[in-house]
């Protein structure tokens, strides 16, 4: 039994505390909606076979898994704060909520 | 005077700076972390060598087998076919630079490795060429070619 319930979810990704809001348009159709998410773009060290990694950002966001279509897929687009990004990876955590990674176009 | 080892890689960085997709975006012996705005990008290396005595008396030459690493970086949509534009651009400079050829006898492309990631802000990809250069000093003069 998920330990939140769908209340408790929008709360915590309410843009009136941590949250922003998303355009969301999944990959599989239909028109651009808003989701609320908690966005996140911390450092992250990429390593790519040569001598130096590249030192990049990961940006990912947190949203309730009910929001986004068939949980979400690969290529689903998202706008946040003006900046486009596709879905590289969907992670559901199993009990509602999924952190989807990013990158940007 | 430098080590011919030093002028090789010099040579090298001189002959794929100003390349057409990397251009002057090429950092020699880089010990940190490449910029994600550098990318595409080169970074250029000496690595392992070997030598061998291949004259007595008094030449006293030493035949030495140098691996010059070039590891190339690119992100975004696309990666594979800019990775192959790189490596025909830094091919094609490094088999026509004259201040290289006149230090090495030779200088010949031994491998190609490629690899992904899909951690970063983008796609990127690596691409390491090693080249081995062929060149020979005199034992006790490393510092000229000959």
């Known amino acids: ?105 | 005077m430098s080590h011919a080892r030093q002028q090789i890689r010099e040579a090298v960085a001189a002959a794929v700076t100003g390349l057409a997709t990397t251009g002057t975006n090429v950092f020699v012996n880089k010990i940190t972390p490449q910029e994600a705005e550098s990318l595409p990008n080169l970074l250029v290396y000496t690595d392992g060598e070997s030598s061998e005595a291949d004259a007595m008396g008094a030449s006293r030459g030493l035949m030495r087998a140098l691996d010059v690493v070039i590891d190339a970086t690119a992100e975004g949509e696309g990666i594979d076919d800019t990775l192959d534009t790189i490596a025909a651009e830094v091919e094609v400079a490094i088999a026509g630079d004259a201040a290289l050829a006149a230090l090495v006898k030779d200088i010949t492309l031994t491998s190609s490795a490629v690899s992904r990631s899909a951690a970063g802000q983008t796609p990127m990809m690596g691409l390491r060429l090693t080249f081995s250069a062929q060149y020979r000093t005199r034992r006790g003069v490393p510092g000229t070619s000959i």
Not at chain 1, 20 to 27: D, G, K, L, M, Q
Request: hydrophobic share 35%; charged share 15%.
């Open chain 1, 1 to 105: 039994m998920a330990v939140e319930t769908a209340a408790d979810r929008a709360a915590m990704l309410s843009s009136d505390d941590w949250g922003v809001v998303a355009s969301y348009t999944p990959v599989s159709g239909g028109a651009a909606r808003d989701v609320s998410g908690i966005f996140d773009a911390q450092w992250t060290s990429v390593e790519v076979g040569g001598e130096q990694p590249v030192s990049s950002t990961g940006p990912h966001i947190l949203v309730a898994t009910s929001d986004l279509t068939n949980g979400g897929r690969q290529n689903d687009t998202f706008v946040i704060e003006g900046i486009t990004y596709k879905a590289s990876d969907v992670q559901p955590d199993g009990t509602g909520m999924t952190s989807v990674m990013l990158h940007k176009q």
